[in-house]
């Protein structure tokens, strides 16, 4: 078997695992593809250490998160600038204009994870970055603030906003498909 | 029971319960547990098709291109020690040839020297004119000058910051 056979294997066990960690970073598929290729690039240079590492999935999942956050950081200025000129208020058009949840939410499970991941996706950098990095890459609030550069406080509120947005995000769609249903035909 | 703020309390009024919300961004402690459940629930997210020939083909075409223009790194044994000792003998060779253009340059400059002599006097009277300003500079343009400068910067910050408080005082009202 040669370096590139094993590799494809290598890869296929570790490609849902690197995309994902990019596309919930980047919040875009495209840019996410092309930072799963750049890590699967590094990967390969690597790869006579990492085939038969056990922690091979956590130096991927660290070369993504880094590779994702240098990504961003070419823009931080820019967007770093307005989320703190709109600190009061990250996303107005998105978080604002959904009704606040009330009832429970009941839907179905399949639809609700794509809801949420689609949710997760439109969520302004200044949520989605710190959110993902706090429930999926379970680093604290300090770790985060550091690796953003941005205060604790900052980082906190945004989380917070971040967690509203996607439980108003859901109900607002639910109370869509609860009206999409009972519509007349 | 949780305490409420009476009607008509301070702590009643909408502008205060914004700031407490503000200032302590996690009232509801069921949130995070919430958002907490949801999202570890969720499926990893699967990579496209087209991922994996991606980078394969991308792998296959830097295995396709010649050594030498490959990284270093990835050259032959052979060629990195060839590469090496060429470069050693490059060096050497400029350094070498760098003490023989020495001495051509410094007869060459002689010669110039020797035919230039005449235009001495007006080189010392140049010289003398650049002292003289370099003494008025010092001793009147330079503190006003840079006083200038120095009053200019402040300003120019000064602007910026008043710019920037406006804008953003503003915005926090739209």
Redesign the interface.
Known sequence: MTD?EK??GF??NY??????TA??LLGN?TDA?DI??SV??KA?ESFQALAESPTAGGWLKKVTTNLCLNQLNRYRYRWRFFSE????DNSPEFVDNVAAPEQELDLD?AE??QL??KCLQRLPHAQRVP?VLY??EDLPYEEIAKRLGASL?KV??DI?????S??RFLQHRREDALGTEARPR | MPWAPKPGHVDDCPRVQSRFR?NN??PDPN??A???A???????????A???P???Q???AR?RRYWWLRVWWDWPLAAKVASLMLSIALAGSLGGGGLLVDERVAAYAGDITERFTPLAGLWDIATALGRAAVQVWAAVAQPVILTGLALGTVLYLLCVGLGTAV??SI??RI
Request: aromatic residues 10%.
């Open positions: 590139l590799f494809e890869m296929k490609q849902d695992m690197v995309y994902g596309v919930r598929p593809q799963a290729q699967f690039l390969f000129m709109r600190a009061d499970e609700r994870h949420l991941e959110l429930h999926f406080s906190k509120t917070h906003r971040g967690r509203q996607l439980k | 503000v961004p996690d949130l995070e919430w958002a907490s949801e999202l570890k629930k969720l499926p990893p997210v699967p990579a496209p087209t991922l994996l991606r980078v394969l991308r792998l296959e295995a804008v953003r915005w926090k």
